[in-house]
C-alpha cells in the first residue's frame, strides 16, 4: 500500500543551530540507531488509530498523543 513512499522526497538542508543537539545524541552513551523507531512505520500506526473503535481516546484527554 505504501510502497515507492519517500523515493521522491527532498531533504531541507540542516539547520546549524541544531548541530550540537544532533552530535549530543549521536554521542549519547547507550543510545542506539534503534532507538529512533521507524519513520516508515509511523502512517500505518496512526491509519490503524484512527480506525480503532474509538480513535478519539488516543487524540484526546489525558492520554493523548
Known sequence: MFA???ASAVQSQAIAAYDGIKNGLANAEGLLQEDYGKPEATVPAIL????????RCAFSGQNRL
Request: hydrophobic share 35%.
Open 48 to 55: 490503524k488509530l484512527i480506525d480503532a473503535e474509538n480513535p
Open 4 to 6: 515507492g513512499i519517500g
